[in-house]
């Protein structure tokens, strides 16, 4: 019954901007804390983002600091990644991720999306 829904991948040269949606439904969903993780070809999936429930406090990893924004919107059940600066090392599946503790989601999420693919050509 959880489903996570990622949309908004695409075909993009270096230096350029995507923001990334995920539609959340199944769940309460400001008692969850989400995450991003990317899975490029041949590559293990690492994690990217991750915020809170209560949207305090936001987590990232080191390659996308200072480039990327995650946010959500409760009203909305919609959870982003706002991606700038886009290098072709950012060239993976992305995935939304959802576990009721923030620590969780950046380890073991519960609940995963089906991915949107991001390419970044240079």
């Known amino acids: 019954q959880v489903q996570l829904v990622e949309s908004g991948g695409g075909l993009v040269p270096a230096g350029d901007s995507l923001r990334l949606s995920c539609a959340a439904s199944?769940?309460?969903?400001?008692?969850?804390?989400f995450g991003w993780f990317r899975q490029a070809p041949e590559k293990e999936r690492e994690f990217v983002a991750a915020i809170n429930w209560y949207d305090g406090i936001r987590y990232y990893a080191d390659s996308v600091k200072g480039r990327f924004t995650i946010s959500r919107d409760n009203a909305k059940n919609m959870v982003y990644l706002q991606m700038n600066s886009l290098k072709p090392e950012d060239t993976a599946v992305y995935y939304c991720?959802?576990?009721?503790?923030?620590?969780?989601?950046?380890?073991?999420?519960?609940?995963w999306g089906q991915g949107t693919q991001v390419t970044v050509s240079s």
């Open positions: 199944g769940l309460i969903f400001s008692s969850y804390a």
């Open positions: 991720a959802g576990h009721p503790s923030v620590s969780m989601v950046t380890r073991a999420p519960g609940y």
